[in-house]
């Protein structure tokens, strides 16, 4: 390259920016951009691309940023598709110099002047940032090895030109190694940090340094080595160029703070950070109220619930419980502000945080401080975040008893405000925005209480649950407190609530041991977790039951355990107790009561033709046609008869929906659980979780009979949770349904009892205890009896 050539060119250009010109040539979605006002971004891009398929490449790339930036996943997806269908078509320049051109023919004259002189072409290759924006937005949602994927795309496509490559170099190192870490590959993302850190930023990439060492500190935070992360985020940039970099993106005349400011605000976030996580408290409070009063922080959405969530977290190491309760709470309703915080099922986690941990710690704190009532509502409002993000990505509900055009209209309203308010947090646009999410939530709330209560966190308060007991029901609810070291169990009558806290040390494991200690029918070696696990999860709270049906709500590794198989050296909980499940104790406000006429009885579908012998199940067939055989008005479906298509059709007509045969369980992604029916000319059979609540059911009981309908694993629970609760809102009163796979023979057996009880006028609750006990006095292994649960009224 000509050196008294570039020196002239890049003279030329710092003239230029040091004069406040360069603005001259920003279009409105330009300033946005650079100011870091993804909302406007957003609004702008949409307006100068109607239409997604027909938009070139330096017009779409500004609108994939702002679906990216916003997390709006749902349309990112099939804007960054389009990108790259224009990459393959040849338009691969991401620069709108037409635009630019037009907004200031003279600046941009003397831009294209600067750049010929310097060899520099304006023109930009979009590629390494498509495949950036993927990788990115696969750490988003949790899936790390696509992650991994374009990240090596995005490594190996870094281009050669000079002002572009060691950008490129940068990000796409660091977002390499990221992605490798949070895949579990921490060798090979030590690797990337290592290299990264070989990289120059001096002159002329002195305005990179800030993107380098973010970029290392989220790969060293990851690694959990946080001392690194620390000494690489202190080294200081140079003043000069501070003031250079705010020249060059506009510095005051852009409102919101300049590009260089937004990217100072990371930096800053993640000194604070590494300073909490290394013990220098008095230097992260310092610096995280510095924080909470810059605009910046406000705006971006990726971190300021952490510094909220941190800031509690500080003061509680100095001393000050409760004024950390009221920043977790702020926390909690930054995250709980819309619905679309988190827009997909597997990703619960934001810059570097977990926002169940909030809720964990405000529960801890909360019950130190004998706030007991709070800590209860608190435990629920967590339990509502997991579902309203596990169904985020979730648009098409049915609404019972209710208008679905505007139910619909009302959700699509809140949504959208939702969107507007975090992108423009601070503004008197924003206030007006929030208005009217707030309004349509409140307004939703009024015309479908419990479609609102799937897609925000609706408090439901502990005078509330008490209403719903019966005079000598005991709820227990169980929850895992921070670092899952410990367990709370709440205990509330209609009378008061009590609670105790419990050690959650190697639970997990326990639970699995006694799973597999049940699948070994010939053995007694069940016996003796069965005692040890009553010990650490029934005993403590026995004195504090009452008479009646003791009602549990379970949390993470809890959904699996059978707790009517819990011993306490003498008999089983189910000896002495009725037991029933629910998802969340706010459910109870939402039971149906069953006591609609139907034309029809029992349904049974048994035994489906699955298309393969190794799933037929032969007693499942014989006990689905005995069960309909038993009762009046009721009907066998079996093999190829027992479909999806009739699913649909017969099931909301009859007050019994028994369902034998097998599932498919997946806690990562829950809403793609399934029962296996048989497929047909119009659908693959399998009746997934996430469809359930788009149907509309009205059944006063489905049974779930199968091999497979239980789970094998521990895992979180929310497959357990989606399961149970997307058939409580498709409006069936209750659920029964098995933990494990059962011996087909005893589960006949025991089915045609639990009917039989239902039959001559027993509650659901008391008929299957029944029909349990009568299948434990012939064979006592919890493996014949143990796994069915009733999950609802």
């Known amino acids: 390259m000509n050196a008294p050539r570039t020196l002239a060119a890049v003279a030329c250009l710092i003239a230029l920016f040091l004069s406040g010109c360069a603005t001259d040539i920003m279009t409105d979605r330009d300033r946005a951009m650079m100011a870091g006002r993804y909302g406007e971004l957003e609004k702008a891009s949409i307006a100068e691309v109607p239409d997604v398929t027909k938009a ?99 490594y190996g496509h870094i281009p050669t030109q000079w002002n572009q490559e060691r950008y490129a170099r940068i990000h796409a190192t660091g977002v390499l190694g990221l992605a490798l870490t949070f895949s579990g590959d921490k060798a090979g993302g030590l690797a990337r940090a290592k290299e990264l850190e070989d990289v120059g930023t ?43 970099a705010d020249a060059v993106s506009g510095g005051a005349t852009l409102e919101g703070g300049s590009l260089f400011a937004f990217q100072q605000i990371q930096r800053r976030f993640m000194r604070h950070k590494t300073e909490l996580e290394t013990g220098r408290i008095e230097e992260a409070r310092a610096g995280y109220d510095w ?7 406000r705006e971006n959405g990726d971190f300021y619930w952490i510094v909220l969530y941190d800031r509690g977290r500080i003061a509680e190491r100095l001393g000050k419980r409760n004024e950390a309760i009221d920043f977790y709470f702020r926390a909690i309703e930054v995250i709980e502000r819309q619905r679309a915080s988190l827009n997909t099922e597997a990703s619960k986690i934001g810059f570097i945080g977990n926002k169940q941990a909030v809720y964990q710690d405000a529960v801890r704190a909360l019950i130190a401080e004998h706030r007991d009532a709070e800590a209860f509502e608190y435990v629920e409002r967590a339990k509502a975040r997991a579902l309203v993000d596990m169904l985020a990505a979730k648009k098409d509900f049915t609404v019972a008893g209710a208008d679905p055009q505007k139910v619909n209209a009302l959700l699509a309203m809140a949504d959208t405000a939702d969107m507007e308010a975090r992108a423009l947090d601070g503004s008197e646009k924003t206030a007006r925005t929030r208005n009217v999410a707030v309004q349509a939530h409140s307004e939703l709330a009024q015309q479908a209480p419990e479609l609102a209560s799937l897609v925000s966190v609706t408090a439901v308060g502990l005078p509330e649950i008490q209403r719903h007991l ?65 010990a650490r999860l029934v005993g403590p709270v026995e004195p504090l039951l009452g008479p009646g049906r003791i009602t549990v709500v379970a949390h993470g590794a809890l959904h699996y355990l059978p707790f009517n198989a819990l011993h306490d050296g003498k008999q089983f909980v189910i000896q002495r107790h009725e037991l029933r499940m629910l998802p969340a104790a706010s459910v109870l406000k939402f039971l149906k009561s069953g006591g609609a006429q139907r034309p029809g009885m029992v349904l049974a579908f048994g035994n489906p033709d699955l298309g393969n012998p190794r799933y037929d199940l032969s007693f499942a067939q014989a006990e689905a046609q005995a069960i309909a055989n038993s009762m009046p008005k009721s009907r066998a479906l079996t093999r190829k008869a027992a479909n999806k298509t009739a699913f649909r059709q017969y099931a909301p007509g009859f007050r019994f929906v028994h369902i034998a045969s097998h599932g498919q369980f997946d806690a990562a992604a829950p809403l793609n659980s399934a029962l296996l029916l048989a497929p047909d000319g119009q659908d693959d059979g399998r ?30 629970g929310d497959d357990v949770v989606g399961l149970t609760r997307g058939f409580l809102y498709a409006g069936a009163s209750s659920i029964v349904a098995s933990l494990w796979q059962v011996d087909d023979r005893a589960t006949g057996q025991l089915m045609t009892a639990f009917y039989k009880e239902l039959r001559n006028g027993a509650d659901k609750a008391e008929a299957l205890r029944r029909a349990q006990l009568e299948t434990l006095r012939g064979n006592p292994h919890p493996f014949f009896w143990a796994a069915f649960q009733l999950t609802g009224a």
């Open 56 to 154: 070139k490449t330096n017009k779409l790339t500004m609108l994939c940023m702002s679906y990216s930036k916003l997390k709006r996943y749902d349309k990112l997806g099939p804007c960054l598709d389009q990108l790259e269908k224009n990459v393959a078509a040849g338009d691969t320049n991401m620069t709108d110099i037409e635009a630019m051109e037009k907004k200031s023919p003279l600046m941009m004259g003397l831009a294209k002047m600067g750049s010929a002189m310097a060899g520099v072409p304006l023109e930009q290759d979009v590629t390494p940032f498509l495949w950036e924006i993927r990788a990115e937005t696969y750490m988003d949602l949790g899936d790390y090895a696509r992650a991994v994927e374009y990240g090596r795309k995005l």
């Open 202 to 244: 001096a002159y002329p990439y002195v305005l990179l340094k800030t993107d380098k060492q973010v970029l290392l500190s989220r790969i060293y935070v990851a690694l959990g080595d946080y001392q690194r992360a620390y000494e690489i985020i202190q080294e200081d940039d140079n003043s000069f160029f501070r003031a250079f």
């Open 291 to 297: 924080m909470l009063e810059q605009p910046a922080t």
């Open 470 to 534: 019966q005079p000598a029901e005991s709820l227990v609810e169980y929850y895992y407190g921070a670092g899952g070291d410990r367990l709370y169990a709440f205990v509330v009558s209609s009378a008061g609530m009590r609670v105790q806290t419990l050690s959650a040390a190697g639970l997990g494991a326990e639970i699995q041991a006694f799973r597999q200690a049940i699948d070994q029918p010939a053995s007694d070696a069940w016996r003796e977790p069965a005692q040890r696990l009553y």
């Open 687 to 716: 009746l997934t979780v996430g469809e359930l609540y788009s149907m509309h059911l009205d059944a006063d009981l489905v049974t779930l009979s199968a091999c497979e309908t239980g789970l094998g694993s521990i895992e979180s």
